[in-house]
């Protein structure tokens, strides 16, 4: 079983930068297609980002020139670089993974992050 764990939220300044982190256990890291979702209070979960396999990405339009998803898979980990933050980026943040380019199965519980204004 795939297990997912997030780090590197916290409480910035808009304008600022954060660099997320997800790193996975238990299964062939290598086979799996990533991505970044976030869910803000009281809203929907949305996608963020997502990384395919040979490293194509695809990105929200919000996320679009400011955030930059990667991979590393000698290290099983999955980034999430966010640039130029905004007030409306605050949520929690989560990774998700699965083997289909379109369907996540595995999650992880999420790291908050929070820009003020």
């Known amino acids: 079983q795939v297990q997912l764990a997030e780090s590197g939220g916290g409480l910035v300044q808009a304008g600022g930068s954060l660099r997320l982190s997800c790193a996975a256990s238990?299964?062939?890291?290598?086979?799996?297609?990533m991505g970044w979702f976030r869910q803000a209070p009281g809203k929907e979960r949305e996608f963020v980002a997502r990384i395919s396999l040979t490293t194509s990405t695809y990105y929200a339009d919000s996320a679009k020139g400011r955030f930059t998803i990667s991979r590393d898979n000698a290290k099983n980990t999955v980034y999430l670089q966010m640039n130029s933050l905004k007030p409306e980026d605050t949520a929690a943040y989560y990774c998700a993974g699965g083997r289909q380019w379109l369907k996540f199965d595995y999650w992880g519980q999420g790291t908050q992050v929070t820009v003020s204004s």
């Open positions: 238990g299964g062939t890291f290598s086979l799996l297609f």
